[in-house]
């Protein structure tokens, strides 16, 4: 892996402040800003990927609606009011 400098200014009180928090962590500054780096890059990978996700799932449901594979509301209530009667049966035994 090649090594980059990264290089930006700072208010020196909070670098001081941040320096002597990492050290009372047995860190070096470097250390928590290239795991923090590493976290955020991680971070909007995964949403980045939830979000593809997501749209596909919208997407597959538009095609499906849009196919007129439809279920209609009564039948989903009556599902689930069937759902909520045996969990009710359930916590009473």
Not at 10 to 30: C, H, I, P, W, Y
Not at 65 to 70: C, H, P, R, V
Not at 73 to 84: D, S
């Amino acid at each position: 892996m090649t090594e980059a400098t990264f290089t930006f200014r700072v208010d020196n009180d909070l670098k001081t402040q941040f320096a002597e928090a990492a050290k009372s962590n047995d860190r070096t500054g470097a250390q928590l800003l290239r795991e923090f780096m590493r976290d955020f890059v991680s971070s909007k990978r995964a949403d980045a990927e939830y979000d593809a996700w997501f749209k596909r799932q919208v997407q597959a449901g538009l095609d499906s609606a849009n196919a007129g594979q439809l279920i209609s509301a009564e039948v989903v209530e009556a599902e689930f009011a069937a759902r909520r009667d045996a969990t009710r049966r359930k916590l009473r035994s």
